[in-house]
Structure formats: structure tokens, C-alpha cells
């Protein structure tokens, strides 16, 4: 196991470098940059944003910035944002928090899908399994953008039981903020522990050792318990890997939509004004924790499986 974490952990860091260097040269390359940006703003003169390249170190050759920012990366100093002025760790550290809670949440709410779908593969063929299949395959039909924006237009301009934004600071009022994009956050991962779920039970359902359980009368809740319910959730741990990085992805857009102040939304204000600095700070952080994601799930599986061995 050590020497498995060990090979991780560097395979690790080699790919976080390489992910991390093609995107330093895909967003510089990319056409227009913070020139763009602050030419907008008619405040600043020509000399201003002249002075503005020369301290951000824009009139250095790209090797030389990438070498500039590289070094800096290694010391954890992710550089200042172009646009607020004040170091990217601390901007990123005031949005990191509403993302957590809305990823924990949707996390919560995504889980759900492992009892529902237990129970929709216990009900093989009645109604409740019906009304679970053509539920999941509803919701993955329907395009989450447009889910939400007809529940903003319902939900919050109709009937406003649940507001945009992140509300005044109270229990109360930060729950109706936040009940809405998390379950739409979480729709996806619902539907896929409920579909995946669901077919692993049935699978395990119709093994000879069910069966042979069942044949020496052992009681039906621990044939559930032994022999079902632990053999089918073995996969799930591959999937709760995989969930936080589509948490930290999805919530670019959920936060866009229902207005709320975390990191997805501050990535769409950063690329929107070409803040370089902020923008790879927040792509690095990603990258880390889905590599993490990743990892804890290779390790996981081997922990539940004891099928699974490490080399």
C-alpha cells in the first residue's frame, strides 16, 4: 500500500505539472488578453495600462513568464489578481468557503441515489422501480441549464421561496439561497448512484453464493446485509471519487445561474476579464483536487475489496 501511494503521489505531481504547463500556454496564446480587459475601462489611459504590462511582467517574453511563474507556483505564491489587487490565495480562500457548501450539500443530496437505488432494484418490475427508471431517464433527458433557469423563473419570480444569491447571513435565510443550486448541482451524481446502483443489485442478486445463502436459511436482513448490499457497493467507491471533481466542474455554471458567490462564479469573472493570475490559480486547485478525488478512490476500492491487491 505505501509503495502504491508513493508511485501515486508522483505520478501525481508529473501530471499536475503537465496539466498545469499546457494550460499556462493555452490561456496566453489564446487571442485577446487583459489589454482587452482594461481597454474597456475609460479610466485608464494608454500610459496606465503600459505601466500596468510592465508590473505584471506582460512584456516578458512567455518562456521567461512561464519560468516567472513557475518559481513562484513552487513558492505557493499564486500572484496578484489583475483585477482586484490583492494576492490570489486570499480571493480564492473568501470564495472557497460558499463552494464548499454548496458541494457538500449537493454531495448530501447525490448520495441519496444509493438507498434509491437499492430500493428501486428491491422492487424489480413493480411501480416504484418504473417510477424511479423513468425519473432517472427525465432527468438525465433535460438539460440542467435550462432545469434551472425554469426553476428560477418559477421558483424564485413567481412564487420566491428560493431567492438568488447567498441571503442575509441567518440559518433561515442561507438555506432558501442554497437549497436549489445544490440539488441541481447533485442531480447528476442522484441519477447516476440511483442507475448504477440499482443495475449492481440486480446483478448481485442473481449470484449462486445469493442463492446458497438463501438455500441454508440464513435470515433475509443478512442475506441483504452480507451478501447483497456489500458485494454491490463495492463499485459505488469508484464513483465517489469521480463526484468531486464533477461537483467543482458543474458548479461553474450552477453558481453563474443562481448567482452565488463562490469559485465558480469567480472563474467565469476571471476569464471574462483575462485575470491570468486568478485563472491558474483557480485551475491548479481544481486539478489538485481532482487528482486527489481520484486518488482516495483507487485507494478506497482496495480497502472494501479484498480481491484488490496493491503492487
Do not use: C
Not at 489578481?81 to 457548501?101: C, G, H
Not at 437499492?118 to 432517472?136: E, H, I, N
Not at 438555506?175 to 446483478?203: C, D, N, Q, W, Y
Amino acid at each position: 500500500m505505501g509503495r502504491f501511494v508513493a508511485r501515486r503521489l508522483v505520478q501525481s505531481v508529473i501530471l499536475v505539472f503537465a496539466v498545469m504547463t499546457l494550460s499556462f500556454f493555452l490561456i496566453r496564446l489564446t487571442p485577446g488578453g487583459p489589454d482587452a480587459a482594461l481597454m474597456q475601462n475609460p479610466r485608464l489611459s494608454p500610459e496606465t495600462i503600459q505601466r500596468m504590462r510592465e508590473r505584471f511582467g506582460l512584456n516578458d517574453p512567455l518562456p521567461i513568464q512561464y519560468l516567472k511563474w513557475l518559481r513562484s507556483v513552487v513558492e505557493l505564491d499564486f500572484g496578484r489578481s489583475y483585477a482586484y489587487q490583492v494576492p490570489v490565495i486570499t480571493i480564492i480562500a473568501e470564495r472557497a468557503w460558499p463552494t464548499f457548501q454548496l458541494s457538500a450539500l449537493s454531495y448530501a443530496f447525490g448520495l441519496l441515489g444509493v438507498p434509491l437505488g437499492v430500493y428501486a432494484a428491491s422492487k424489480r418490475g413493480r411501480l416504484p422501480d418504473t417510477v424511479v427508471r423513468v425519473m432517472t431517464v427525465v432527468g438525465t433527458s433535460v438539460p440542467t441549464w435550462w432545469l434551472a433557469l425554469s426553476l428560477i423563473v418559477f421558483m424564485s419570480g413567481a412564487i420566491n421561496w428560493f431567492p438568488n444569491g447567498q441571503g442575509d447571513g441567518t440559518l433561515g435565510s442561507w438555506l432558501k439561497h442554497v437549497t436549489m443550486p445544490a440539488i441541481l448541482l447533485g442531480l447528476g451524481g442522484l441519477i447516476t448512484f440511483t442507475r448504477f446502483v440499482r443495475s449492481e443489485v440486480l446483478e448481485v442478486l442473481g449470484q449462486d453464493y445469493v442463492r446458497t445463502a438463501r438455500a441454508k436459511g440464513l435470515p433475509e436482513p443478512d442475506v441483504q446485509r452480507w451478501h447483497i448490499m456489500r458485494n454491490a457497493l463495492i463499485p459505488v467507491v469508484t464513483l465517489l471519487g469521480s463526484l468531486l471533481p464533477a461537483l467543482i466542474s458543474g458548479s461553474v455554471i450552477t453558481e453563474t445561474i443562481f448567482n452565488w458567490p463562490g469559485m465558480g462564479r469567480l472563474f467565469i469573472e476571471a476569464a471574462s476579464t483575462r485575470d491570468y493570475p486568478l485563472l491558474l490559480g483557480m485551475l491548479l486547485i481544481g486539478t489538485v483536487l481532482t487528482i486527489i478525488g481520484t486518488l482516495l478512490a483507487d485507494i478506497g476500492y482496495g480497502l472494501v475489496d479484498p480481491r484488490v491487491r496493491y503492487t
